[in-house]
T-cell receptor
Framework: IAGITQAPTSQILAAGRRMTLRCTQDMRHNAMYWYRQDLGLGLRLIHYSNTAGTTGKGEVPDGYSVSRANTDDFPLTLASAVPSQTSVYFC???????????FGPGTRLTVL | GQNIDQPTEMTATEGAIVQINCTYQTSGFNGLFWYQQHAGEAPTFLSYNVLDGLEEKGRFSSFLSRSKGYSYLLLKELQMKDSASYLCAVRDGDYKLSFGAGTTVTVRA
């Protein structure tokens, strides 16, 4: 079934630990995105990639890094997690940056 | 950056009509999107406007006025399953989306 998947579904993490959130899509979309969603703030863009091999910073990139080695995968890494990174993280993809975005099911991350 | 405002909550009766307003101030404009998000789920695409006017898609319609920095989403013949959050998002000149905080719509029997 075509779509976008994220792993893990949820995670509790100790502060200071390193964590990678995984995102994979099989729709051959060129553009991919990472957002975090916090109550009252809506979705905020962390990083994006318009095509494999390129990445860019969004509104809230500090403390996060991404890579885009191929079309399908777009992992998000927290090098040293802090409690303020507790959030729900959504990965999204679109055919190109000019098209509507499709969202994955999300990862609920709690940093203690 | 973007400044996007929409009401926090709205309540309506099953079968009624609800209009969700969204105002925005942008440093470049390349279209406005509406997404629906049920509690605990991912956002799903509803509509897209880039030119002024009304776009109709079944029970849902979306309107845009670029000169006023204003859009609305109109939900007709409300059903219980329409209870969800509705997110207004503006795409800037770099093709990045900025989202409003969302409007939670509760449909009552």
């Amino acid at each position: 079934i075509a779509g976008i998947t994220q792993a893990p579904t949820s995670q509790i993490l100790a502060a200071g630990r390193r964590m990678t959130l995984r995102c994979t899509q099989d729709m051959r979309h060129n553009a991919m995105y990472w957002y975090r969603q916090d109550l009252g703030l809506g979705l905020r863009l962390i990083h994006y990639s318009n095509t494999a091999g390129t990445t860019g910073k969004g509104e809230v990139p500090d403390g996060y890094s991404v890579s885009r080695a191929n079309t399908d995968d777009f992992p998000l890494t927290l090098a040293s997690a802090v409690p303020s990174q507790t959030s729900v993280y959504f990965c999204a993809s679109s055919v190109t940056s000019d098209n509507e975005q499709f969202f994955g099911p999300g990862t609920r991350l709690t940093v203690l | 950056g973007q400044n996007i405002d929409q009401p926090t909550e709205m309540t309506a009766t099953e079968g009624a009509i609800v209009q969700i307003n969204c105002t925005y101030q942008t440093s470049g404009f390349n279209g406005l999107f509406w997404y629906q998000q049920h509690a605990g789920e991912a956002p799903t695409f509803l509509s897209y406007n880039v030119l002024d006017g009304l776009e109709e898609k079944g029970r849902f319609s979306s309107f845009l006025s670029r000169s006023k920095g204003y859009s609305y989403l109109l939900l007709k013949e409300l059903q219980m399953k329409d209870s969800a959050s509705y997110l207004c998002a503006v795409r800037d000149g770099d093709y990045k989306l900025s989202f409003g905080a969302g409007t939670t719509v509760t449909v009552r029997a």
